[in-house]
């Protein structure tokens, strides 16, 4: 699968005075859902270990088990429940954009990624990672109705000279093969693609040429794409491998050691067995395996250099496709799998957007009141405070607060990070709407309210904000159901809202795409029409009593 | 009861106030008259600090503003005046969003700390004074002018202030309005409420026990009783003033 650059150490200095400025502020605000990060880890530690994986277009490694669609499974899940087992703490699973998995890592989030991660350099250089347990290789896949029969023919290009049309997962291996290719005279062009699944469908459909995939992917999915033909040996293996934060070789080791064990009594052939995905060259892993065990199982990178280089680097042939096909008219069980599935999603959807909003509401009050009648050493950061926020992205602010907080130590978890990211960031929008709605209130009404003797704050509570109110509900249910919308963008933290929940399950069950986009569809317009008629309905009332 | 000495005011570097000398008694009402920008309302603004001055004394019972005071450094001189010192507005200032009662307890509620029950009693008694009990309940956009001004100098008494300060009371109102509310003020006056008014309304400035202030180009050019002033006219710019509105009354 892919491969993705992490924050370097002097990436990280540099984000670390970035975030100082901000963390003040957020600690102050959020002290109470601030867990303190402990990074160190307990030698006989029965605490669970944190598995960050991707189900988003996870499979086989992990995705929903088509007899319940509610229900995990795939080839790392398996895996995991083993290493549970043999480790002796529980493991437990946490949702993560695949590529976003090593930051969730340093980031202290997670104790472990494993989702497909190959063995590469770069990633050696800010993890630590355990013995491999699978041997994966590149499949070339083409459209059978195509003309492409070898990779000879793919250097060649296309009959009239113009260059065969790729697809292929952003930041991936298999990217850099291809980039490779062209650099060295392959005559194609190449577009890149955040899901697995998407570059296999366009081949399908004959808008690509052909695609090239991790061995497991292509055979897992061959029933679903079915018009899909493998064209040539599978080139450039490699290994997949556990990844820990550096330093932990008690945990390192424990995970070696366990996944010698399940080498050893033929468990990890049977799990790979169950997903069709054993190939015969699996059994270079053994090998390795040995050479570990000679050196003692190993925990450290260097030692596992060794090993890797004592066993050299095997891969051929992969599985044929397995299974039977699974395509057509979903059944009446996994209907209702998805509406559950989709149905829990929309309702984090929408208690994010209504824990968030009143937060985001009462912030931009201060924020806008503080602006118009702050003393100027408060209206200037207050300023600032609100040109940063509507300037920057809501993504960028949720990565900030998620994985650079826990930098400094201030580790907030996912949700309430979502509400906090949702709540700061809205906040500067809506204090825009009501420094207009208070500035619309009629200076009289101030003069009227001061001249009876009451306070300024007073005036502004009693008098001016309640005016000031009715006329930004309109603006402000419109933010709402923005910010009811942009809920999806916290997927960017692990959360699984319905967007997420979607792409998770399209990807993983292409057959029944036009099913979940539409039902996925319908519950965002069941959540969003009956604001829209009260937006209507407010707005009517405030129309008709402009006009007594 | 107030004493004004030596009030000036400029804004934006143009002198508005050039040194005004008045005062009024407990008991007794003033009217200020005098063509527009002469300086009448800014001067009444200043009484109650609305508007900050740049030099001279006001002195409101116990509490004596100087210049360049500051709505927020001085809030607490400006509360003790306020609470002495009602203030009704030319366009009448009322809360849209309240209703006329609730126009009239807030301030006795907020400000001086009355119960609800006790600051209802006095509103209703106020507003049945300038006759408008019936509309307790009523939102003041659905009262008319003259309506709306009778309940904002309701407002403004329900504070019991030693003092009111009317700003043009009937200048946004058409005649008939305009008398319902002239009528109120003149109750007032017989109850020997101290009050300084401004106005066009020469009627409401014939009718007032006390002095008549004419107004021009900053100053206080004129002042007498209202047999004095509109019988004898001194100054050649009160007989002008005079005269005009007399043309404007017969046209």
Same mark, same amino acid.
């Given at each position: 699968?892919?491969?993705?650059?992490?924050?370097?150490?002097?990436?990280?200095?540099?984000?670390?005075?970035?975030? !100082?400025?901000? &963390?003040?502020?957020? +600690?102050? =605000?959020?002290?109470?859902?601030?867990?303190? #990060?402990?990074?160190?880890? %307990?030698?006989?530690?029965?605490?669970?270990?944190?598995?960050?994986?991707?189900?988003?277009?996870?499979?086989?490694?992990?995705?929903?088990?088509?007899?319940?669609?509610?229900?995990?499974?795939?080839?790392?899940?398996?895996?995991?429940?083993?290493?549970?087992?043999?480790?002796?703490?529980?493991?437990?699973?946490?949702?993560?954009?695949?590529?976003?998995?090593?930051?969730?890592?340093?980031?202290?989030?997670?104790?472990?990624?494993?989702?497909?991660?190959?063995?590469?350099?770069?990633?050696?250089?800010?993890?630590?990672?355990?013995?491999?347990?699978?041997?994966?290789?590149?499949?070339?896949?083409?459209?059978?109705?195509?003309?492409?029969?070898?990779?000879?023919?793919?250097?060649?290009?296309?009959?009239?000279?113009?260059?065969? !049309?790729?697809? &292929?997962?952003?930041? +991936?291996? =298999?990217?850099?093969?291809?980039?490779?290719? #062209?650099?060295?005279?392959? %005559?194609?062009?190449?577009?890149?693609?955040?899901?697995?699944?998407?570059?296999?469908?366009?081949?399908?459909?004959?808008?690509?040429?052909?695609?090239?995939?991790?061995?497991?992917?292509?055979?897992?999915?061959?029933?679903?794409?079915?018009?899909?033909?493998?064209?040539?040996?599978?080139?450039?293996?490699?290994?997949?491998?556990?990844?820990?934060?550096?330093?932990?070789?008690?945990?390192?080791?424990?995970?070696?050691?366990?996944?010698?064990?399940?080498?050893?009594?033929?468990?990890?052939?049977?799990?790979?067995?169950?997903?069709?995905?054993?190939?015969?060259?699996?059994?270079?892993?053994?090998?390795?395996?040995?050479?570990?065990?000679?050196?003692?199982?190993?925990?450290?990178?260097?030692?596992?250099?060794?090993?890797?280089?004592?066993?050299?680097?095997?891969?051929?042939?992969? =599985?044929?496709?397995?299974?039977?096909?699974?395509?057509?008219?979903?059944? %009446?069980?996994?209907?209702?799998?998805?509406?559950?599935?989709?149905?829990?999603?929309?309702?984090?959807?929408?208690?994010?957007?209504?824990?968030?909003?009143?937060?985001?509401?009462?912030?931009?009050?201060?924020?806008?009141?503080?602006?118009?009648?702050?003393?100027?050493?408060?209206?200037?950061?207050?300023?600032?405070?609100?040109?940063?926020?509507?300037?920057?992205?809501?993504?960028?602010?949720?990565?900030?607060?998620?994985?650079?907080?826990?930098?400094?130590?201030?580790?907030?978890?996912?949700?309430?990070?979502?509400?906090?990211?949702?709540?700061?960031?809205?906040?500067?929008?809506?204090?825009?709407?009501?420094?207009?709605?208070?500035?619309?209130?009629?200076?009289?009404?101030?003069?009227?309210?001061?001249?009876?003797?009451?306070?300024?704050?007073?005036?502004?509570?009693?008098?001016?904000?309640?005016?000031?109110?009715?006329?930004?509900?309109?603006?402000?249910?419109?933010?709402?159901?923005?910010?009811?919308?942009?809920?999806?963008?916290?997927?960017?933290?692990?959360?699984?809202?319905?967007?997420?929940?979607?792409?998770?399950?399209?990807?993983?069950?292409?057959?029944?795409?036009?099913?979940?986009?539409?039902?996925?569809?319908?519950?965002?317009?069941?959540?969003?029409?009956?604001?829209?008629?009260?937006?209507?309905?407010?707005?009517?009332?405030?129309?008709?009593?402009?006009?007594? | 009861?107030?004493?004004?000495?030596?009030?000036?005011?400029?804004?934006?570097?143009?002198?508005?106030?050039?040194?005004?000398?008045?005062?009024?008694?407990?008991?007794?009402?003033?009217?200020?008259?005098?063509?527009?920008?002469?300086?009448?309302?800014?001067?009444?603004?200043?009484?109650?600090?609305?508007?900050?001055?740049?030099?001279?004394?006001?002195?409101?019972?116990?509490?004596?503003?100087?210049?360049?005071?500051?709505?927020?450094?001085?809030?607490?001189?400006?509360?003790?005046?306020?609470?002495?010192?009602?203030?009704?507005?030319?366009?009448?200032?009322?809360?849209?969003?309240?209703?006329?009662?609730?126009?009239?307890?807030?301030?006795?509620?907020?400000?001086?700390?009355?119960?609800?029950?006790?600051?209802?009693?006095?509103?209703?008694?106020?507003?049945?004074?300038?006759?408008?009990?019936?509309?307790?309940?009523?939102?003041?956009?659905?009262?008319?002018?003259?309506?709306?001004?009778?309940?904002?100098?309701?407002?403004?008494?329900?504070?019991?202030?030693?003092?009111?300060?009317?700003?043009?009371?009937?200048?946004?109102?058409?005649?008939?309005?305009?008398?319902?509310?002239?009528?109120?003020?003149?109750?007032?006056?017989?109850?020997?409420?101290?009050?300084?008014?401004?106005?066009?309304?020469?009627?409401?400035?014939?009718?007032?026990?006390?002095?008549?202030?004419?107004?021009?180009?900053?100053?206080?050019?004129?002042?007498?009783?209202?047999?004095?002033?509109?019988?004898?006219?001194?100054?050649?710019?009160?007989?002008?003033?005079?005269?005009?509105?007399?043309?404007?009354?017969?046209?």
């Amino acid at each position: 699968m892919n491969r993705r650059s992490h924050p370097t150490a002097t990436r990280a200095d540099q984000a670390r005075i970035a975030v !100082r400025v901000c &963390v003040a502020i957020l +600690s102050l =605000a959020f002290a109470t859902s601030v867990a303190a #990060q402990d990074r160190a880890d %307990a030698v006989e530690d029965s605490s669970p270990l944190r598995w960050g994986a991707d189900q988003e277009g996870g499979a086989p490694f992990l995705f929903g088990d088509p007899a319940d669609i509610t229900r995990m499974t795939g080839f790392e899940v398996d895996l995991a429940a083993e290493l549970q087992r043999e480790i002796g703490r529980p493991v437990e699973f946490r949702q993560a954009q695949w590529d976003l998995l090593p930051s969730m890592l340093l980031a202290g989030k997670i104790d472990l990624v494993m989702n497909g991660y190959e063995r590469t350099p770069d990633r050696l250089a800010v993890m630590d990672s355990s013995l491999p347990y699978y041997v994966y290789a590149l499949q070339l896949l083409v459209n059978d109705q195509g003309p492409i029969d070898s990779w000879e023919r793919l250097k060649q290009g296309q009959a009239d000279g113009s260059p065969w !049309r790729l697809g &292929v997962l952003t930041g +991936s291996a =298999a990217e850099d093969y291809l980039r490779d290719f #062209q650099r060295q005279g392959g %005559a194609i062009t190449y577009a890149s693609y955040d899901g697995v699944t998407d570059a296999m469908r366009e081949v399908e459909t004959g808008k690509l040429d052909a695609t090239l995939q991790d061995t497991p992917v292509a055979s897992f999915y061959s029933r679903d794409f079915p018009r899909l033909r493998p064209v040539g040996d599978p080139v450039a293996p490699g290994h997949y491998v556990i990844y820990v934060r550096r330093g932990e070789e008690t945990l390192l080791r424990a995970i070696n050691r366990a996944i010698v064990s399940l080498h050893r009594d033929g468990t990890l052939r049977r799990i790979c067995e169950r997903y069709g995905i054993w190939t015969d060259e699996q059994g270079s892993l053994a090998a390795i395996i040995d050479q570990a065990e000679f050196f003692g199982v190993v925990a450290s990178n260097a030692s596992a250099e060794r090993v890797d280089q004592a066993a050299g680097q095997a891969a051929s042939q992969p =599985a044929g496709p397995p299974t039977e096909s699974s395509a057509g008219i979903p059944d %009446a069980a996994k209907l209702l799998g998805y509406a559950q599935l989709l149905g829990g999603a929309a309702l984090l959807t929408i208690s994010l957007a209504v824990v968030s909003f009143p937060l985001a509401v009462a912030i931009g009050v201060l924020v806008a009141v503080g602006r118009l009648y702050g003393t100027p050493w408060l209206r200037r950061p207050l300023g600032w405070y609100v040109e940063f926020l509507r300037g920057t992205p809501l993504m960028l602010q949720l990565y900030f607060i998620f994985y650079l907080l826990p930098e400094v130590g201030i580790n907030i978890p996912a949700i309430p990070t979502a509400i906090l990211g949702l709540a700061i960031n809205y906040s500067a929008y809506e204090s825009e709407i009501y420094r207009a709605g208070l500035q619309a209130v009629p200076r009289g009404q101030w003069e009227a309210a001061l001249s009876l003797g009451m306070s300024r704050a007073q005036t502004l509570r009693r008098i001016v904000l309640p005016q000031a109110f009715k006329v930004v509900i309109p603006p402000m249910v419109n933010d709402f159901i923005a910010l009811f919308k942009d809920t999806s963008v916290c997927s960017v933290v692990t959360i699984v809202e319905l967007t997420k929940r979607f792409s998770i399950l399209s990807r993983s069950n292409v057959a029944d795409l036009v099913i979940l986009m539409g039902f996925t569809a319908l519950l965002y317009l069941a959540m969003s029409y009956p604001m829209s008629v009260l937006a209507r309905r407010i707005e009517r009332r405030l129309e008709g009593e402009a006009r007594p | 009861m107030i004493c004004v000495r030596d009030l000036h005011k400029s804004h934006g570097g143009q002198e508005v106030l050039r040194g005004i000398d008045l005062d009024v008694r407990e008991g007794e009402v003033a009217a200020i008259i005098g063509p527009s920008g002469g300086g009448k309302s800014t001067f009444l603004r200043c009484l109650n600090g609305l508007e900050p001055f740049h030099r001279g004394q006001v002195t409101i019972g116990d509490a004596v503003l100087g210049p360049g005071i500051d709505e927020r450094r001085d809030r607490r001189l400006l509360q003790q005046v306020r609470r002495q010192v009602g203030f009704v507005f030319q366009q009448f200032n009322l809360f849209p969003h309240l209703s006329v009662l609730e126009n009239c307890i807030e301030a006795p509620m907020r400000v001086d700390g009355r119960s609800e029950g006790e600051a209802t009693e006095l509103a209703m008694s106020l507003l049945k004074r300038v006759g408008l009990d019936g509309f307790a309940k009523a939102s003041p956009k659905n009262l008319s002018g003259g309506q709306q001004q009778r309940v904002a100098i309701a407002r403004a008494l329900c504070m019991r202030p030693a003092c009111i300060l009317l700003d043009e009371p009937t200048s946004a109102l058409d005649p008939v309005m305009a008398d319902e509310v002239l009528r109120v003020i003149a109750d007032l006056a017989d109850g020997k409420q101290t009050m300084i008014v401004v106005t066009h309304a020469m009627g409401l400035a014939r009718r007032v026990h006390g002095r008549v202030h004419l107004f021009a180009e900053g100053r206080s050019i004129e002042q007498g009783s209202p047999e004095e002033l509109f019988g004898n006219p001194q100054h050649p710019i009160t007989r002008n003033f005079l005269e005009a509105l007399h043309k404007e009354s017969k046209s």
